[in-house]
């Protein structure tokens, strides 16, 4: 079953610190890696997107990694702001006919405190 | 160019009574989904459509059902709500397209979604 694992459940870090999630998938077949950064009552929007043949990309202080050998991508979060504060999903698409499946992690959870 | 958008942002309901999500697009995107969030849960995909007439079961499509009669539109439908239903629901449209290495990327943009509570 092609699922999407995310660490840790939350994390608080102080204003100005960095701070590393983790995202495991079993998706097979791999097609591509998103990040989004949903904030508190409103829809998901995407952070970055790496295909099978990438294994690092960035948007602004957000660096995403992806190994597609261990199934495994990170988001780093560099100087974290208080605008950081937001949940974080990691979702993993697999081709099926043609059409693109996201499977969704559940998200990681950051508060960033001053 | 508004995106994605939904209708009504809030909503509460009694057990039995019926009522229709709406979700339009206008960025001429074939693909478009209803996904639930709850707490501690992933999105979970509903129901989603290929293009205008064709639409396919999700991951948790009981209790619900979906039309799409043009591009542009894409309901949700409740026809006996359920207090398992108490969610906040969101529309996504999306398209595909190619990428680097042989490989293919969906760029999917989602509304501001509807809190429905079930009473």
């Known amino acids: 079953k092609n699922q999407v694992e995310q660490s840790p459940q939350s994390l608080i870090i102080l204003e100005g610190k960095n701070c590393t999630l983790q995202c495991n998938y079993t998706v097979s077949p791999f097609s591509n890696l998103r990040w989004y950064k949903q904030d508190t009552g409103r829809g998901p929007v995407s952070l970055t997107i790496m295909t099978f043949s990438e294994n690092t990309k960035s948007n602004g202080r957000y660096t995403a990694t992806l190994d597609a050998d261990t199934k495994q991508s990170s988001l780093h979060i560099t100087a974290s702001q208080l605008s950081d504060s937001a949940s974080y999903i990691c979702v993993v698409s697999w081709e099926l006919g043609g059409s693109y499946i996201p499977t969704f992690g559940r998200g990681t959870s950051l508060i960033v405190h001053p | 160019n508004a995106g994605v958008t939904q209708t009504p942002k809030f909503q509460v309901l009694k057990t039995g009574q019926s009522m229709t999500l709406q979700c339009a697009q206008d960025?001429?995107?074939?693909?478009m989904s209803w996904y639930r969030q709850d707490p501690g849960m992933g999105l979970r995909l509903i129901h989603y459509?290929?293009?205008?007439?064709?639409?396919d079961q999700g991951e948790v499509p009981n209790g619900y059902n979906v039309s799409r009669s043009t591009t542009e539109d894409f309901p949700l439908r409740l026809l006996s709500a359920a207090p398992s239903q108490t969610s906040v629901y969101f529309c996504a449209s999306s398209y595909s397209r190619p990428a680097a290495g042989g490989a293919g990327i969906y760029e999917q943009y989602f509304g501001p979604g509807t809190r429905l509570t079930v009473t």
């Open positions: 960025m001429n995107h074939e693909y």
């Open positions: 459509s290929v293009g205008a007439g064709i639409t």
